[in-house]
């Protein structure tokens, strides 16, 4: 058995530092509702200019960032333009229907790219038709991989949102690790966006929260949703004072849970019964192709590390803070036992 429990199921699982335990400890705090918590603001501001946008509000999850986004964006009885596998269609439980009224558009997005001829074609102005009321893209792309979305490419959908006037979101749960293998500014990667959605509890290893930025108006409005939504914290500068510490220490760092995950993805190649397609293994993920994958993931378990089975025949690797060279290495041993076992079986 190994000496610890390698997680790789998400970068979800991690745990804050000492640095990030100390800022938490020693916040100042108020009454964020009335907009009286000042480590909240600093977050929130600090986010805002990282990002390129005007201002920011503080939320709970990824998934309060974007409903809180498509339903200032978008009218009741609307459609909006999302690629294939994307989170807010496939994650987010039916919420744009349930909170916004709208419904989704599902446009082809192989390798998690959609094609701007797609997005110009699936754009409805019938009165036979729900209108389209926003275009929301994802980067980086969960269920591709992990993948980037090209600059020139949300660049080119950005401008035929702007030609149709519809608002543009990015669910950017993961845009600092599209900005790090980019090797750009996160305000590059979310320059095209009228808002944008930014995680604070996946690579950058904070323990809860996001940010959802865009102009005052936007942010204005998005009070009112997280508001309405439960979203409205009191002392939150506790949790906001690690996100500060995430955003200011842990972003370049996710270039070694990149390299990681490369690291992991090159072992599995070529193993017997495990299939890695390594062109999408572009930033912190490793998506391998198995034969019963909840059995698989199941006897991963059992030696100790743990992935999650994202189909029947497909497991999710994700690297993170927690996992280091030498977990890697023990996974990648763990791995290939079982793939050999199982072919000389």
């Not at 275009?135 to 080119?156: K, S």
């Not at 280091?324 to 000389?344: K, N, P």
């Amino acid at each position: 058995m190994p000496r610890t429990v390698i997680d790789l199921r998400s970068d979800t699982v991690t745990t804050p530092g000492d640095e990030m335990r100390r800022a938490m400890a020693e916040a100042v705090v108020g009454d964020d509702v009335y907009g009286e918590d000042p480590t909240v603001s600093r977050l929130e501001r600090l986010v805002a200019e990282r990002a390129g946008f005007e201002t920011a509000l503080f939320v709970p999850s990824g998934t309060m960032a974007n409903q809180i986004a498509i339903a200032v964006h978008a009218d009741r009885g609307q459609e909006v333009i999302v690629p294939s596998g994307a989170h807010v269609y496939e994650y987010e439980l039916g919420a744009m229907a349930v909170i916004a009224g709208v419904v989704p558009r599902i446009v082809p997005a192989p390798g998690g790219v959609p094609d701007p001829a797609d997005v110009r074609r699936a754009v409805t102005r019938s009165k036979h038709q729900a209108p389209t009321g926003a275009v929301v893209l994802e980067n980086t792309h969960n269920r591709a991989g992990g993948t980037v979305v090209p600059l020139d490419v949300a660049a080119a959908i950005g401008a035929i949102a702007r030609e149709e006037g519809l608002p543009y979101h990015l669910d950017g749960a993961r845009a600092w690790n599209a900005a790090v293998a980019l090797g750009v500014p996160l305000a590059r990667v979310c320059a095209p966006f009228d808002s944008v959605a930014l995680c604070l509890s996946k690579g950058l290893g904070a323990p809860v929260g996001s940010i959802v930025a865009g102009s005052r108006h936007f942010v204005d409005a998005a009070h009112r949703y997280r508001k309405l939504l439960g979203g409205g914290m009191r002392q939150a500068g506790v949790i906001a004072a690690a996100g500060i510490v995430a955003v200011e220490t842990m972003v370049e760092r996710l270039a070694l849970d990149h390299g990681r995950a490369r690291v992991l993805a090159e072992g599995l190649h070529g193993l017997p019964g495990v299939a890695v397609d390594l062109t999408t293994v572009q930033t912190n993920m490793v998506y391998v192709g198995v034969d019963h994958a909840d059995a698989f993931v199941r006897a991963l378990a059992t030696a100790g590390v743990l992935a999650n089975a994202v189909s029947s025949t497909a497991v999710r690797f994700v690297t993170h803070v927690d996992v280091d060279d030498d977990d890697v290495a023990q996974a990648l041993q763990v791995i290939e036992e079982m793939a050999t076992r199982a072919a000389a079986a």
